[in-house]
């Protein structure tokens, strides 16, 4: 091999690994921000007492956690849209600037309601950062390399890892330093990110729109994902069958239907509708919402049964559920490992097996039962769902068209951050703070929601016609 093949190859290797480096740096940071408020609350509403008593302590505990949830999940689909046509350098850059600007306006919000705005913007950036990670990975990193399960799978366990993470790493910052650090502890590693971007992303060339920009459909698009998430959440707030929750459904629903009939009429749609009908890519798109559930399950309702159960201090609490995400991160190289050895379905069905494992472990919980057991389910857990992360992620992109794959990223991401409410809204439902039983049956539903991704899964084998 010639000796400037062996440069340029050199040379291609560490750009796909300064890439990787900073889009793992920057969804970790943007999902770590996504959950690190469940412990700052109680400070929170110490503050600002006047706006706890007006809204009720449940809805404010809900609505601090999932105001950065709603954007993030709603504007994925448009962000990687635009990001094709405008840039991924410029929108991954641009997100980290909206994160970072409105993370400092976090830290110094004066009332809940301006936190909320606060956190209901910063989203936006968060969810511009994440999608755009994929697309740069996809950029040095294509789907039909072994590289690409690799890279993707490390990538989505940083993300995976930063969310189970997240409260932990709230809790002491609340702790030692008081709420508003929550936020501010997260901006000068944002601005670090930021400035890396501009210095190591290579500036792709603008692309040339053939057709006019989808504004009403991506308008629509973020309103139907908003009032989903916000829905799920609101099962929590509002109870599952009230009338406020279900008006919220019903508006998804209207707002969906107006969506698709006007996505049927536009030459150039921001949602791709034959995504749905794509059997390969929706099992995929199932398993990701899945392991999302799963890990909104163990970063929130672990700590909260060791802190209101088994009455830990918020730091021991918070440093014991850390074996979760350490073994997630760790074991997403195993799992593009894997992916490349034994395909797509054998690594998502036996992580979805082990996470389920993990929560049966949990199902049997009382204030005595030692750390021993726990730690098992956390590990069992975190390694459960780093394995789905790589053939998921790589099966619904294989499942599309080259041009399809901008549409592609941004309905996967969303699809996994909607879990976020999901197991908020959804599996907080059964949760009564201070009933050991509550705990038990939120752990058997993730266990039975986890086997459902293991069925899911056997869907990413089947061979989608005109899929590559």
């Known amino acids: 091999m010639a000796v400037g093949q062996v440069q340029e190859i050199n040379a291609s290797r560490s750009n796909g690994l300064m890439v990787l480096g900073l889009t793992s740096a920057g969804s970790f940071l943007v999902h770590l921000s996504g959950g690190i408020m469940p412990l700052a609350v109680p400070s929170i509403m110490r503050e600002f007492p006047a706006e706890t008593a007006a809204l009720g302590t449940?809805?404010?505990?809900?609505?601090?956690?999932?105001?950065?949830?709603?954007?993030?999940?709603?504007?994925?689909?448009?962000?990687?849209k635009l990001a094709d046509v405008y840039g991924h350098k410029l929108f991954f850059s641009l997100g980290l600037v909206i994160f970072t600007a409105f993370g400092i306006l976090s830290g110094a919000a004066w009332s809940i309601a301006s936190l909320l705005l606060f956190r209901f913007l910063q989203g936006i950036g968060g969810g511009m950062v994440f999608v755009v990670s994929m697309q740069l990975l996809g950029n040095v990193y294509p789907s039909d390399t072994p590289e690409s399960a690799t890279a993707l799978g490390v990538w989505r366990g940083f993300v995976v890892g930063a969310s189970v993470l997240a409260p932990a790493v709230g809790g002491p910052l609340t702790v030692w330093l008081g709420w508003r650090w929550v936020s501010w502890a997260l901006v000068?590693?944002?601005?670090?990110?930021?400035i890396l971007s501009l210095m190591w992303l290579k500036k792709e060339e603008q692309t040339?729109?053939?057709?006019?920009f989808d504004w009403t459909g991506s308008v629509l698009t973020v309103a139907s994902f908003s009032l989903l998430a916000v829905a799920m959440a609101g099962t929590r707030i509002f109870?599952?069958?009230s009338t406020n929750t279900l008006l919220l459904y019903g508006g998804f629903v209207v707002i969906s239907i107006l969506l698709v009939l006007v996505e049927r009429t536009v030459r150039a749609?921001?949602?791709?509708?034959?995504?749905?009908?794509?059997?390969?890519?929706?099992?995929?798109s199932v398993a990701t919402w899945i392991v999302c559930v799963g890990m909104c399950a163990v970063m929130m309702f672990v700590l909260f049964f060791m802190l209101y159960i088994q009455k830990y201090q918020i730091i021991p609490a918070s440093i014991a559920v850390i074996p979760a995400s350490i073994t997630a991160i760790v074991f997403s190289y195993v799992g593009g490992y894997l992916t490349n050895k034994w395909g797509l379905v054998i690594p998502s069905v036996l992580g979805f097996l082990l996470v389920a494992a993990g929560f049966l472990l949990l199902t049997n919980l009382s204030p005595q039962t030692p750390y021993s057991q726990i730690l098992a389910a956390l590990v069992l857990t975190g390694i459960g769902m780093s394995l789905p992360l790589?053939?998921?992620?790589?099966?619904?992109?294989?499942?599309?068209?080259k041009g399809q794959i901008a549409d592609a990223s941004g309905?996967?991401?969303?699809?996994?951050?909607?879990?976020?409410?999901?197991?908020?809204?959804?599996?907080?439902?059964f949760l009564v703070v201070t009933s050991?039983?509550?705990?038990?049956?939120?752990?058997?539903?993730a266990a039975i929601v986890s086997l459902i991704g293991a069925v899911a899964s056997f869907g990413m084998r089947i061979k989608q016609h005109g899929a590559p």
């Open 58 to 80: 449940t809805p404010t505990i809900v609505w601090t956690l999932i105001a950065y949830m709603i954007t993030f999940a709603a504007v994925l689909v448009p962000a990687a």
């Open 188 to 194: 000068p590693i944002a601005a670090v990110v930021w």
């Open 208 to 212: 040339t729109r053939s057709q006019p």
């Open 239 to 241: 109870g599952a069958t």
């Open 269 to 284: 749609p921001v949602l791709n509708l034959s995504l749905f009908r794509n059997l390969p890519y929706m099992a995929a």
């Open 390 to 401: 790589a053939p998921t992620t790589v099966a619904a992109i294989r499942a599309v068209s």
């Open 411 to 429: 309905l996967l991401n969303t699809f996994h951050n909607l879990g976020r409410p999901t197991g908020v809204g959804v599996l907080g439902s």
């Open 436 to 445: 050991v039983s509550s705990y038990n049956s939120i752990f058997l539903w």
